[in-house]
């Protein structure tokens, strides 16, 4: 029987805090407003092979997408008092497309994770890991250039729901 091989190496991740002088609801709304839940029928058609039907669907929709998000301030009520924090995956499928086709590994963090948690003080910060800084461990010039736009595409849409 043979041991599977075991690679490891260290990247460097540039991390953003963008600070809201807003409060949690009203950030959340305006993120939600901005940014809108994809459909998940895309997925589905991709599924059944109706690619082109996809492919323009996918090419109607705007730089970014929710994919999902959790609640996660909703564990914190299993060590105590509960506290506004939801993480959401954010980002586009072509753009996905995009990396992938050049690098698999790409798939790891597409869509993007960002926090959006409520502070001490009540106002909201949202965090994420920049775009630029993750994908550019797979030293592609193909994936670095999708991955400029995408880094630009969130950080002017979280700003915006910050201010």
Known sequence: MSKPIYEMKTIA???ITIRSNHSFATVKTKLENLIHRIDDGIF???????????LKE??????LSIFGFRDHGA????????????????????TASKMT???MSAGL?????????????????????RPVSMFGQFASPEV?????????????????AAS
């Open 75 to 94: 564990l914190l009520g299993i060590a105590g008092p509960r506290r506004s924090s939801i993480q959401y995956d954010i980002g586009n499928p072509l």
């Open 13 to 15: 991740v540039e991390h």
């Open 109 to 129: 963090y597409a869509p993007v994770r960002v926090l959006l948690r409520e502070d001490v003080n009540g106002t909201a910060s949202f965090e994420y890991d």
């Open 58 to 63: 996918l090419e109607a929709l705007p730089a």
């Open 144 to 160: 670095d250039l999708v991955a400029v736009q995408l880094d630009a595409d969130l950080r002017v849409v979280l700003e915006e």
């Open 44 to 54: 589905t058609l991709l599924r059944y092979g109706e690619t082109v039907r996809a």
């Open 101 to 103: 086709r050049h690098d």
